[in-house]
């Protein structure tokens, strides 16, 4: 499905009721009225969006797409991620080990493979992944909420991730979380509603540090997939 505007592209999907998508029967089928654009992220050919949303059956969902721009101008949203409302903060069986004092993220990640990885064939990406260590005072978590579809390449193959992280704060003022990836560019967010959105060319390892109103690095978290 292609659109003329970016974030048409997002709205088009996640408000189609057509029944061989299956977003209705899923209880994801966004109220049009009820769609807010919480994050967005834009690069000359790549955008990224944070969505907050009712479904037709009064669920809330948090949804990530990655939407890209074809070489007829028009854009095509190529992944998606999604979360029910209740699920963003969901924690593991091993998430005592984590130290409660400290905040952290919950992250999940989609796009192009990284800078550094071979050129190997394109596949989907479905299911859910979670591992979570601890490293001295470095925490070290890795999360996958929900699926990320590849649909069909469109013109050239875009190297851009995305990455949407849920913030946990355990009690610290934290009101921007900076991206520190391996390789690629540093990138910082500002916190809403707990949420923050990183768009960028890089390859894990990443470090979020967490920063308070102050700009004061209180806390980091190592990421890797």
């Known amino acids: 499905m292609r659109a003329k505007d970016p974030k048409q592209a997002v709205i088009d999907i996640l408000t189609d009721p057509d029944p061989r998508i299956k977003r209705e029967e899923r209880g994801m089928l966004a109220k049009p009225d009820s769609l807010l ?36 101008g028009s854009f095509t949203r190529r992944y998606e991620i999604c979360c029910k409302a209740e699920d963003r903060f969901l924690t593991a069986e091993n998430a005592q080990m984590m130290d409660r004092r400290q905040p952290w993220l919950r992250v999940s990640a989609g796009g192009g493979k990284p800078p550094t990885q071979t050129r190997a064939q394109k596949k989907p ?16 978590h890795t999360l996958r909420i929900g699926t990320s579809i590849a649909i069909d390449s469109v013109g050239d193959v875009i190297g851009y991730r995305f990455f949407v992280g849920y913030l946990i704060a355990n009690g610290q003022d934290v009101v921007s979380v900076r991206m ?46």
Do not use: M
């Open 37 to 72: 654009f919480l994050k967005e992220k834009n690069h000359r050919y790549v955008h990224a969006y944070v969505v907050h949303y009712t479904s037709t059956t009064n669920q809330e969902w948090y949804d990530t797409s990655l939407v890209i721009q074809n070489i007829d």
């Open 180 to 225: 520190v990836p391996h390789v690629g560019s540093a990138e910082e967010d500002e916190v809403r509603d707990n949420t923050v959105l990183f768009l960028c060319e890089c390859s894990p390892p990443v470090i979020f540090e967490f920063y308070n109103t102050s700009h004061a690095l209180i806390a980091t978290q190592r990421w890797n997939i």
């Open 125 to 140: 990406i479905r299911g859910t992944k979670v591992q979570k260590t601890r490293e001295r005072n470095i925490t070290q």
